[in-house]
């Protein structure tokens, strides 16, 4: 995607904390007519680069205005987006950070030119932390799917980070300094039901890095991967809202069948239970990029990890396949049970915590 021309005063220019060379910024952004903003407190040497794709919502979100509100001001970011236009919650979330301990700036992962421009527009290329975290989904049977779709999801969530790190690899080797953080998923070590593209793409991800990280060793770099469950984001009722418009003509009558009574129906409980907030997933991040040994993966839910130890449990590969079959097929109804009362533990915790919080604040 090209860059986005605005229009601007030289007061306003002047005033922005967004302007850079590689990028032009929404209007909504910037100060409005006849007010001013406080001078911006530059970044310092001791403060770690940080550059996060895929910021204009969800989890990129969180964890931009997470990391540039870091207490002890340990951070610079950048949090990159394709569209400008869509800057305003993130504005918003940034608050005071905005041009103090955080820069908004464009970065397609689909476009090298746009990566380069971005690279090339901090001070000496300098990226201590990547968070790689632009990608897309795609749910369904894939005889309802054009390879067009799943090229696209392969080219953002695989070929999106491939193309980051060609960039900005090389310089972290020079400098024998670096951390790369990768927003994978546990669909990166397991696949699940009418995934099959999006799971596909993690894999990839994940073996991609996993080959990687021994070469990053041998120059003092990290590869860390965090690998989330479900997470309740406006990028998931977007997959959702889009496998319900699925043209299920291509498809046989059982998958079809298992695709909109099982697979959708099922499809928000488990959000409702398992799910978690894009700021939870940011402070999962911010313990990560803050270690002086982080590790190399991290899954964020412990209430998923049962299903993800399947894997690791059979080294032939059946006992997962074979536990998911049954829970979707042959034990329904004890599946939906176990999600209902996962569900009431959840929120019973989560109210004690609250109250728990309450009482604390009132002393």
């Not at 043209?247 to 009574?261: G, H, I, Y």
Request: proline fraction near 4%; charged fraction near 25%; hydrophobic fraction near 40%.
């Amino acid at each position: 995607m090209g860059f986005i021309a605005t229009s601007t005063t030289p007061s306003a220019v002047s005033q922005s904390v967004l302007i850079s060379q590689s990028s032009s910024v929404s209007p909504h952004s910037l100060p409005a007519a006849g007010t001013t903003r406080e001078t911006p407190e530059r970044g310092t040497m001791n403060q770690k680069v940080v550059l996060i794709t895929g910021c204009s919502s969800g989890i990129g979100l969180a964890l931009a205005a997470r990391i540039a509100k870091d207490e002890k001001k340990r951070f610079m970011v950048y949090a990159t987006m394709r569209n400008l236009g869509k800057g305003e919650a993130l504005v918003e979330a940034a608050g005071r950070t905005l041009g103090r301990t955080l820069e908004i700036k464009q970065l397609d992962v689909c476009d090298e030119v746009s990566i380069k421009a971005c690279v090339d527009s901090l001070p000496e290329r300098r990226v201590d932390i990547l968070i790689s975290n632009a990608g897309m989904g795609l749910i369904g049977p894939i005889e309802c799917q054009s390879i067009d779709e799943m090229k696209t999801v392969m080219d953002t969530n695989f070929f999106g980070l491939v193309r980051l790190l060609k960039e900005i690899l090389p310089d972290m080797k020079r400098r024998k300094k670096g951390h790369i953080v990768v927003i994978s998923s546990v669909m990166g070590i397991q696949g699940i039901l009418f995934n099959d593209v999006y799971a596909a793409s993690k894999f990839a991800v994940e073996g991609f890095c996993e080959s990687l990280a021994v070469q990053a060793l041998r120059f003092n770099l990290n590869i860390s991967l965090i690998e989330p469950g479900p997470v309740i984001t406006e990028f998931e009722r977007k997959v959702y809202e889009e496998g319900m418009k699925t043209d299920l003509s291509k498809a046989d009558k059982v998958t079809a069948d298992m695709f909109t009574n099982i697979y959708l129906k099922n499809y928000s409980q488990i959000f409702d239970t398992l799910g978690q907030t894009p700021e939870d997933i940011a402070e999962h991040t911010c313990k990560i990029i803050t270690m002086d040994d982080p590790p190399f993966r991290h899954q964020t839910n412990t209430l998923y990890t049962p299903m993800t130890t399947l894997k690791y449990a059979d080294p032939n590969g059946d006992l997962p396949i074979d536990t998911f079959y049954k829970m979707v097929f042959e034990h329904d109804k004890v599946f939906n049970t176990s999600l209902n009362f996962l569900k009431l533990l959840r929120w019973r915790s989560r109210k004690s915590f609250t109250l728990e919080k309450t009482e604390k604040d009132k002393n």
